[in-house]
């Protein structure tokens, strides 16, 4: 590891990428900017050779009104027309993320919905998920990139600790999160706030690079309704398609994970989503927008730092009995 973080330092930072999708990058640093805070870095950082050298995504640090130094990474370190896997896109993001010191990662996604009481011959669309709402998850569909960083101390978990993924969206953070958001609903501009009081929504990264196909989908609502059956005196198991930025990460550095996802769509395949790109196109560049562009920077500037004893961010990675360490090849 050769290269030193260039990038800004802070407590929080936001990766937040499709909401503010209807907007270009510049034209946010603007509205921040119009706010009163000043933009104290704006660069591409180098990246150490291990993660692919050259320089990363874009990274923007500024200090609010109140003089607290805020990150913000577009699109979840996105780069235009780069495939996140074979560019090792996470990878980057992480060692900027890791390096800049914050504990709070604030996360904003959007995303399709399965309902599988949509298949139902009577619902209630008051109770079921759908377009123009917000959630906040409950947990999500572990794949292949939930994982530490390579080359830094967070690398893996075992054998040094048993770290559990309950509550991976911290729960004392997503509390005050929905309490504002519910504030959108009563200017029209969401329909409902989803909390796990009333639906477990987990995430699910899609594997592909695009939107899951009608089995898939459909997989996943048979896989839900067992799962809520099994379970009936707990609100009902459905699953959110989109993005489901670094849980296992978070965990392992101890930053504490504020997620919210914004329903764009009926997941492919549901019933009646024959609008489904329509909906999703008008929602970006409409409400979701008119709500993010206020959200972020409200979060950014207000989430405090919990300590750890109304969540389990922190108490969730558990040392384990040394001796597992000497079980195992010594590194040369
Ligand atoms: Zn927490």
Redesign the pocket.
């Known amino acids: 590891m050769t290269n030193q973080y260039s990038g800004p330092h802070g407590d929080i930072a936001s990766v937040t990428g499709s909401p503010l999708w209807g907007i270009e990058v510049e034209q946010v640093v603007q509205a921040y900017r119009d706010r009163g805070w000043q933009l104290n870095y704006s660069g591409q950082p180098e990246i150490p050779p291990i993660y692919g050298g050259g320089t990363g995504p874009q990274v923007f640090g500024f200090e609010t009104t109140r003089g607290r130094r805020v990150i913000w990474i577009p699109s979840y370190g996105g780069v235009l027309g780069q495939d996140w896997k074979h560019h090792g896109t996470r990878e980057k993001v992480l060692w900027i993320l890791l390096n800049s010191g914050i504990k709070v990662l604030v996360v904003g996604g959007t995303s399709g919905i399965t309902d599988w009481r949509l298949y139902e011959k009577r619902y209630d669309s008051q109770t079921t998920v759908e377009p123009g709402d917000m959630v906040f998850p409950w947990s999500f569909y572990t794949c292949s990139q939930d994982r530490g960083l390579i080359g830094t101390s967070i690398e893996t978990a075992w054998p040094k600790f048993d770290m559990t993924l309950d509550r991976p969206y911290?729960p004392?953070?997503a509390m005050i999160m929905a309490a504002k958001a519910r504030g959108y609903v009563s200017q029209g501009l969401l329909r409902r706030v989803h909390t796990i009081e009333d639906v477990r929504v987990a995430l699910v990264t899609p594997p592909g690079i695009t939107f899951e196909t009608d089995f898939d989908i459909l997989d996943w609502a048979a896989r839900c309704q067992r799962m809520s059956e099994m379970t009936p005196n707990l609100p009902p198991v459905l699953t959110l398609h989109g993005d489901n930025f670094a849980p296992v990460f978070c965990r392992l550095a101890g930053v504490?994970l504020a997620y919210y996802h914004l329903v764009a769509n009926r997941a492919q395949g549901m019933p009646d989503n024959a609008q489904l790109v329509q909906t999703l196109h008008e929602l970006y560049c409409g409400n979701f927008l008119k709500v993010a562009l206020d959200y972020e920077p409200f979060l950014l500037e207000t989430l405090p730092v919990?300590d750890?004893r109304s969540?389990l961010?922190i108490s969730s990675k558990h040392l384990a009995p040394e001796v597992f360490c000497q079980a195992m090849t010594q590194p040369s």
């Open positions: 911290c004392e953070l504490h919990p750890g969540c961010c």
